[in-house]
């Protein structure tokens, strides 16, 4: 029996369904192979074939692979390697933004590596701003008024007079303390507070007017960058302005209270002189009326004498009585 031929059948099957795979591999991967080869990116196909089963987008991976290389440096320089960037989407990160951070800090010769920058991203940060934000500041109005819908803060000094001032605050990114670190919302209550509190120890609104850096010195000493996410580089006063004058509007309630108590008392006292009066009245009464049943009792008392023979009467010729 001459089994040449269905080996030869078999053998031509096996090449054409192994041709065929390599052609399907080709159009699915050929293209974003070739382009990370030449980019020296360092992708294996077989990379590329793992994160189709995996879910990943091997554009996404590549490109940010090449990036990185074209960037930084190539990866035995860098340590960024494709399962690390794999394994970053997989998490949920964001691998672009990461890479474009990494970049940036690399470029502003700022000390970051891959896995802070991930670490960053997926602590719900936008790492690339962070980055950004730490070369060029920005500015944070104190108080922001599409936070607390309030243009300005509103603080009283010794004196009673009222200031209304508005802060502009500078602030950098700390790498360092930004997972976990408080966010601008924390900066702007501290600094918020420790302008209250600065003019409330000035003994009067002048001294405030007169020179505002003062503020700004005494809450930068206090250290209110603290555990936050950024760093305070410059408070600036942009605009005061005087409002009301709390501590003598405070004086007039009070003296008007006072005034009213002082009323009050008074009715109370006169409405007692008004009750003594009126008894000391119904007290004469009731002795008047004892003094009228008394005399009514006189000619009562006599009359019962002169019947029981214990009065006599006395004429008027020298004191000789009359039969």
């Known amino acids: ?3 040449g031929l269905p080996i030869l059948l078999a053998l031509s099957t096996s090449t054409w369904f192994f041709v065929f795979i390599l052609v399907v591999i080709g159009a699915m991967y050929g293209g974003i192979y070739i382009q990370a080869y030449f980019a020296r990116a360092d992708v294996k196909i077989w990379e590329l074939i793992g994160m189709s089963f995996r879910r990943v987008n091997s554009r996404q991976i590549v490109n940010a692979k090449i ?8 990866e035995s320089d860098t340590g960024i390697s494709t399962r690390r960037l794999e394994a970053h989407y997989l998490a949920g990160g964001n691998v672009h933004n990461v890479v474009r951070a990494i970049i940036a800090a690399h470029r502003a010769d700022i000390d970051l590596d891959f896995d802070r920058a991930a670490a960053i991203d997926l602590a719900g940060r936008d790492v690339h701003d962070a980055v950004r934000t ?33 802060a502009r605050v500078t602030v950098r990114t700390n790498l360092e303390q930004l997972i976990g670190g408080a966010t ?34 005494a809450v930068l000493e206090r250290g209110l960058d603290a555990q936050t996410a950024f760093e305070i580089v410059s408070i600036d006063i942009a605009d ?6 709390i501590g003598a509007r405070l004086q007039a309630d009070q003296a008007e209270a006072d005034m009213r108590v002082a009323r009050a008392k008074a009715e109370e006292r006169r409405a007692l002189a008004t009750a003594r009066e009126q008894e000391m009245k119904a007290t004469v009464a009731r002795n008047r009326s004892r003094v009228v049943l ?4 006189v000619p009562l008392a006599m009359a019962a004498a002169f019947r029981e023979g214990n009065l006599e009467a006395v004429g008027r010729d020298h004191g000789k009585s009359k039969p």
């Open 1 to 3: 029996m001459d089994y």
């Open 67 to 74: 990036t990185v290389v074209q960037g930084i440096g190539e």
């Open 134 to 166: 730490s070369v060029d500041p920005k500015v944070i109005d104190c108080p922001d008024p599409k936070r607390s819908l309030k243009a300005t803060l509103s603080a009283i000094a010794k004196n009673g007079v009222e200031l209304k001032v508005r």
């Open 184 to 217: 601008e919302e924390t900066i702007i209550a501290r600094v918020g507070e420790g302008i209250i509190t600065s003019i409330g120890s000035a003994g009067s609104h002048l001294e405030v007017m007169k020179n505002p850096d003062k503020i700004s010195t």
């Open 240 to 245: 005061i302005d005087v409002g009301e004058n």
């Open 294 to 297: 008394a005399e009514a009792e």
